[in-house]
């Protein structure tokens, strides 16, 4: 039997952010990610130009998208990670579900790219595949 290598200390910083994410942990996220950190989300404010994602700064603007999501996102479900590590890149494939704050369901393929920087997540920009609205 072979022995599995030591974790990286880009996948324990990813280990730190998905406890972080999950059990809304502060200092997890803390060990996780650089000072400027930067999440760009799958959404963006309908008269910004430029959309690139509504954008958090630092930990106390994540946390409270987290605590928002806590509180009104149920049967939320992540199915179908996959990660792919390079030096200075995980990219984050997976199928979130759920059902949002106004009861709609959601069921959307997802990526989520996390720039790496000294060995800490600099970023996480995320885009999510959704129904169009008012389409033809």
């Known amino acids: 039997m072979t022995e ?25 996220l803390r060990r996780a990610v650089t000072d400027d950190f930067e999440w760009h989300l799958h959404w963006f404010d309908g008269g910004d130009d430029r959309p690139t994602g509504h954008v958090l700064r630092g930990i106390d603007e994540v946390m409270a998208e987290i605590e928002r999501r806590g509180r009104e996102w149920t049967e939320l479900r992540y199915d179908g990670v996959q990660e792919r590590y390079t030096d200075d ?21 997802a990526v989520d790219l996390y720039p790496i920087r000294d060995g800490r997540i600099a970023g996480k920009r995320t885009y999510w595949k959704q129904p169009a609205v008012g389409t033809d």
């Open 4 to 28: 599995a290598a030591p974790a990286t200390r880009v996948e324990e910083a990813m280990r730190d952010l998905k406890r972080g994410f999950a059990r809304a942990d502060r200092e997890a």
């Open 89 to 109: 890149l995980v990219v984050q494939t997976f199928v979130v579900s759920g059902v949002d704050g106004a009861g709609r369901r959601f069921h959307n393929a």
